[in-house]
């Protein structure tokens, strides 16, 4: 559904409420299936983020294996061992019901590079079973992306790709047109993600996504709301105003088993190391360094976190009067709060 009568301005997840409805199915009775592109459909609209303490290949099999998906990071030694990342997954048996799968494989995706090496790296990527490749232009030669993604899609055709991050409608217009298979949406509204601060810019994911939607939806390309979702209710009001999926970092990387450092604090609980991929080391020289760290705590593991995320968004769906996840956008209806609805409402975040 499409927020009406809105101002103009900025305005957050914490800003918004999906109007209740009368439920017209149980919630267990809720479908929760959806599209990252037109060709790979997920269980879960879940995608972690390809950040080297949320997502290895480990996590990747375990995401897939559940109905979700993972985009490896390209921070890794070498290409050699990103490659075989993606070899682990994609030729991993598993007999999970429901897994994400893609030509009878299990659907796992990698980053690449706006660089001059971008198609060996992916030609290499595609002969061990890759899914879809997402374009960094955050941290690498951003002013490379269209050129790149117009050079992935000239040589490899049918391999699928996201694009972005971009925030504004007219820039989801130009990777469509580019030939992107999903628009990855959100700039600045990541937790380790300090670009207001260092350059004076970003969009709020809410607003980024009421306006986006429209341009995808029409030209029949998902997109998928990549920061600043931090629970179930963020990922239920991301997809009534129009997202395809919801890409995680924080919240997977707070999981047990995930790659970083775990280690106790003194009063016992188990504390996460989670690091922006914007930081120094990781960004070519002359661009600013927009990441930065935070400690989580432990909250359990993936399996725990995909089954309350599934609960809640089914609850959600059938709240909001709907059957299907794939059914809020057009038939939910989502309010903009005053400051004392905020309040009446219970949200302090």
Do not use: W
């Amino acid at each position: 559904m499409a927020l009406k009568d809105t101002h103009h301005g900025g305005y957050t997840f914490a800003d918004l409420a999906i109007v209740p409805r009368l439920a017209p199915v149980a919630p267990e009775g809720v479908e929760l299936g959806s599209r990252l592109t037109n060709t790979l459909h997920l269980g879960l609209p879940l995608v972690a983020s390809p950040m080297d303490t949320v997502t290895d290949a480990a996590v990747a099999r375990r995401l897939a294996s559940l109905g979700a998906f993972a985009v490896l990071h390209h921070n890794y030694p070498s290409l050699d061992d990103q490659v075989a990342a993606v070899r682990e997954v994609a030729q991993a048996a598993s007999e999970a019901p429901g897994a994400t799968r893609l030509a009878g494989r299990l659907a796992v995706g990698a980053l690449v590079p706006t660089d001059p090496l971008a198609l060996t790296r992916i030609e290499r990527l595609v002969e061990v079973g890759v899914s879809l490749v997402a374009i960094d232009s955050i941290h690498v030669t951003p002013h490379r992306h269209v050129e790149t993604l117009r050079a992935i899609k000239s040589r490899f055709p049918d391999l699928q790709v996201m694009s972005g991050n971009v925030v504004h409608a007219e820039d989801c217009r130009i990777l469509i047109e580019q030939g992107a298979d999903c628009i990855r949406l959100g700039y600045g509204s990541g937790s380790v993600n300090d670009g207001l601060l260092v350059l004076g810019m970003g969009r709020p994911l809410a607003r980024s996504i009421a306006e986006c939607a429209p341009v995808c939806h029409r030209a029949g390309v998902p997109l998928v709301a990549d920061g600043g979702i931090h629970s179930s209710g963020h990922v239920a009001l991301a997809c009534a105003l129009g997202a395809d999926a919801v890409m995680l970092g924080r919240m997977f990387a707070a999981c047990s088993g995930t790659p970083g450092t775990f280690e106790l604090n003194e009063r016992g609980e188990l504390i996460k190391h989670y690091r922006g991929m914007s930081r120094q080391e990781l960004i070519d020289d002359g661009m600013p360094a927009e990441g930065r760290d935070l400690e989580l705590r432990c909250s359990g593991t993936l399996e725990e976190l995909t089954q309350r995320l599934s609960v809640n968004l089914r609850n959600s769906v059938a709240r909001a009067g709907c059957r299907r996840l794939s059914d809020l956008f057009a038939a939910s209806e989502v309010e903009l709060l005053t400051q004392a609805a905020r309040q009446e409402l219970g949200s302090g975040s």
